[in-house]
């Protein structure tokens, strides 16, 4: 996946020293053995430790984003309104947690709608996907869930509106629940409990990161179409949810079509929809990502 040559050689050993460097620094501030030192040796070697750590880290983010971009993406940043997502990446977010997204829409949307050291928070963090891509580019970045699946994302309910300490940010990304189609368990699904439910939830959401968002910031919301083929009156569209945001004062500032693979499905399943012409069961590859400002 990753092309070479977006990456010289210089670029990618001045990163990948940077990386090492900073992650022993941290490693050794994380492991200082406090029981056995004299408490004015401690913080003199916690201090030494941390101006290292923090020199390495202003020199790191003097790397221009596009650099940052290549070298983690391999690629140049996507310059069409369809951005066609291959595959999971491994390094970022945690690789057990099932309905991760893609990394390449996150790296994306912070290079394309954020700057470094902007304060970005993902309420809805799942994996930390978002966290990892914000440490990388050099973003700022807060991250909640109601089930959170490491210690760097914080456990909070979104239905009770955002921390006390959101506020005046420069980007929200929302991946909620696909309402139905993962189950989250038992605390994660009440968000998308039935369709009413859902959509007040996706009102409340819109209400609460209008509040904590600056005057002038982004907010990416990326979701798909729930289409019920039984019952169309229990289908989700996109238009509906797209609402409640610009019913609350946001304008919609850019749209943009992730297009999965096709290779998630199988014969059987074209095989199923071709066989079922009334139903118009067609398989679903399209995400659409809706860049809001305030
Ligand atoms: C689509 S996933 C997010 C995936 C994430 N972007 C990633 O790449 O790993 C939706 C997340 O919303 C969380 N969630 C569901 N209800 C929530 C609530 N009321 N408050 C906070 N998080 C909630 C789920 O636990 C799940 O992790």
């Not at 909640?144 to 940010?169: A, F, H, K, L, M």
């Amino acid at each position: 996946m990753v092309k070479e040559e977006y990456i010289t050689e210089e670029l990618k050993e001045r990163i990948e020293a940077f990386n090492l460097s900073m992650s022993g620094k941290r490693y050794a501030i994380e492991h200082l053995d406090k029981e056995s030192m004299a408490s004015e040796e401690y913080k003199k070697a916690y201090a030494d430790l941390r101006n290292d750590y923090l020199s390495l880290y202003r020199e790191y983010s003097q790397i221009p984003d596009i650099d940052l971009y290549h070298y983690y993406m391999g690629r140049n940043p996507r310059a069409f309104d369809v951005w066609s997502i291959s595959g999971n990446d491994e390094r970022y977010g945690s690789p057990e947690f099932r309905g991760k997204i893609a990394s390449e829409i996150v790296f994306n949307c912070i290079y394309w709608f954020t700057n470094k050291f902007d304060r970005v928070v993902d309420p809805m963090a799942g994996g930390g996907v978002v966290h990892d891509v914000c440490k990388a580019m050099v973003r700022r970045v807060k991250s909640y869930d109601i089930s959170p699946t490491r210690p760097d994302i914080r456990q909070w309910d979104i239905r009770d509106g955002y921390p006390s300490d959101v506020v005046n940010e420069d980007f929200i990304f929302l991946d909620p629940p696909y309402y139905k189609k993962i189950d989250y368990g038992e605390q994660g699904n009440e968000f998308s409990k039935d369709k009413i439910t859902f959509l007040r939830n996706i009102l409340n959401l819109a209400v609460n990161s209008y509040s904590v968002l600056k005057s002038g910031g982004y907010l990416a919301f990326i979701m798909s179409n729930y289409v019920d083929y039984e019952d169309n009156n229990r289908s989700i569209y996109m238009p509906e949810m797209i609402n409640s945001f610009t019913k609350c004062g946001f304008d919609i500032y850019r749209m943009i079509y992730c297009q999965n693979q096709s290779s998630q499905y199988r014969g059987f399943h074209v095989k199923h929809t071709l066989d079922n012409r009334d139903k118009h069961r067609f398989l679903t590859l399209q995400k659409t990502l809706v860049i809001f400002k305030k």
